[in-house]
């Protein structure tokens, strides 16, 4: 089994002064991230760090960050990285659950961390990322000072637990998920294979490494290419930095692609060197589809998958306007059945279930045996989603299982809906959720962002789903918001969403 700690000795050796990870301020070459990640392994043994010890990190994106992923790699620790747009309340929630002995924190968190020391009680130690530490912390950087450089001797059980995350909660309560570091590597090597990353390529770090895309740097990084990271995403900034700093590729999305477009410099950006932008976590409008491709070239990747199954499909860019609406075709040792109601599979264009099957998916919900035999059938995960197969093996995805709206007995899947708003010039972004109706059971209700103002009215907004739906896929309803509620992946919070109606 090759961890990514195994990885980065090995590209310490084949390619010791090649940078591999860089920000504004600061760059590493693969020598110096070996040298320095095993010093840090090494100062958390004398702190009392064992394997399978679980340790916590509650920071924005940063070098730091990376080197987690590999001193948790080469200790057998478990890895749990935490959403930093949390209240401390209810990240002390997640620290109890989890069993954390260590947490990892920013900067800037430490007034509030400090504040509320006594609701982590399970935790023994806090570092800090960054200067000045105050309190009882302990500095991230300081692990190193005077430790060794040799590779700690500890052997990795491939099938224990690597990386923990908690899932967004859209479908209720967080729940920790867990991948062995086996899984990992499957997945990581998945997705190198599927993406065609090499050591030639430097890959542009935006979104929050709490969530599993954090596994996409990983894989450049692994093939020897590198990355830049960014803390946070400034559409002006990507902009800027994928001219100046070469970017080959990066993941974004869709919201993230959206801010890009009303950018004023976004037409005058040289994308020459962009090769690949991998999108994924919601759906991808058709219009921000045509406006990024007219810009950017044929570099679109757009993936379906779940924090807990890693990517299950994907389409490539020779397929993206021949295969409409679709996300593709199952990845690099993935397997999808559609399914009916009592498990059995569905040929190819009817509706059903969604059900995967790789080796890179979680292998539990930490301490909760109840929720991981729900989710899994014999290996094989679903996600609740509601989909088709064509006869190529293309897979389109309908809804969420759970945000099917019935209205007047007839099923109305509100992607659909959500496509057909999304053509509308005047339209930013929409979701379509069900109401309560006393009549039809539920109406179709459209949320809207307007691209501007003064933007289409209500009535126009009708009309144009008029044009082009059945008269009982029609919104009965439309509100207009400023934005709408979405998790940190960029995904809408429909549950949310409904209770602000």
Request: hydrophobic residues 45%; negative net charge.
């Amino acid at each position: 089994m090759l961890t990514l700690s195994d990885a980065l000795a090995a590209n310490a050796v084949k390619w010791p002064d090649a940078v591999c990870l860089a920000d504004a301020h600061r760059q590493f070459t693969f020598a110096e991230l070996h040298a320095r990640t095993n010093r840090l392994a090494n100062g958390l043994l004398a702190m009392g760090a064992r394997p399978g010890d679980a340790i916590a990190v509650y920071a924005r994106n940063s070098i730091e960050y990376m080197e987690l992923f590999h001193v948790a790699a080469l200790l057998g620790m478990r890895l749990v990285t935490l959403n930093f747009w949390l209240r401390t309340t209810e990240m002390a929630v997640l620290l109890e659950h989890s069993d954390a002995r260590f947490l990892v924190i920013g900067e800037s968190a430490q007034n509030e961390i400090a504040a509320n020391r006594a609701l982590f009680p399970k935790v023994e130690r806090v570092l800090v990322i960054g200067d000045p530490v105050i309190g009882d912390a302990l500095s991230w950087a300081g692990l190193a000072e005077g430790s060794s450089d040799a590779e700690p001797a500890i052997t990795v059980a491939p099938q224990a637990p690597y990386w923990m995350m908690y899932t967004s909660g859209t479908t209720g309560n967080p729940k920790g998920l867990h991948r062995s570091f086996q899984r990992t590597a499957m997945c990581i090597w998945a997705g190198i294979i599927e993406f065609g990353y090499t050591r030639h390529d430097r890959f542009l770090a935006l979104s929050p490494f709490f969530h599993g895309v954090h596994f996409m740097p990983l894989m450049v990084l692994q093939a020897g290419g590198s990355i830049y990271i960014e803390p946070e995403f400034n559409a002006a900034r990507v902009l800027e930095t994928i001219e100046t700093q070469g970017i080959t590729a990066t993941f974004m999305v869709p919201t993230m692609l959206n801010l890009l477009l009303q950018e004023p410099r976004f037409g005058e950006t040289d994308f020459s060197a962009l090769r690949s932008v991998v999108t994924g976590g919601a759906a991808l409008s058709t219009a921000t589809k045509t406006r990024m491709l007219e810009a950017m070239g044929p570099v679109l990747h757009e993936f379906y998958g779940a924090s807990e199954s890693g990517f299950i499909t994907v389409l490539h860019p020779q397929d993206q306007w021949r295969k409409e609406r679709c996300c593709g075709q199952p990845c690099f040792g993935a397997e999808v059945q559609i399914r009916d109601e009592q498990g059995r599979p569905l040929p190819a264009g009817e509706i059903g279930e969604v059900f995967s099957r790789c080796e890179g998916r979680f292998d539990a919900y930490y301490k909760d045996e109840a929720r991981t035999a729900a989710v899994l059938d014999n290996g094989w995960f679903t996600a609740g989603d509601l989909g088709r197969m064509d006869k190529e093996g293309f897979v389109y995805i309908v809804d969420r299982k759970s945000d099917l709206i019935i209205s007047g007995g007839e099923n109305v899947y509100p992607r659909e809906i959500e496509d057909v708003l999304s053509s509308h010039p005047g339209i930013l972004e929409c979701a379509v959720v069900g109401m309560p109706d006393p009549v039809w059971g539920e109406m179709v209700v459209a949320v809207i962002v307007r691209d501007g103002e003064p933007g289409p009215t209500a009535e126009e907004v009708i009309a144009h789903c008029s044009r082009r739906l059945a008269g009982f896929k029609r919104p009965r309803r439309v509100e207009f918001v400023s934005s709408l509620p979405k998790n940190a992946s960029g995904k809408i919070l429909k549950r949310e969403l409904k209770n602000n109606l």
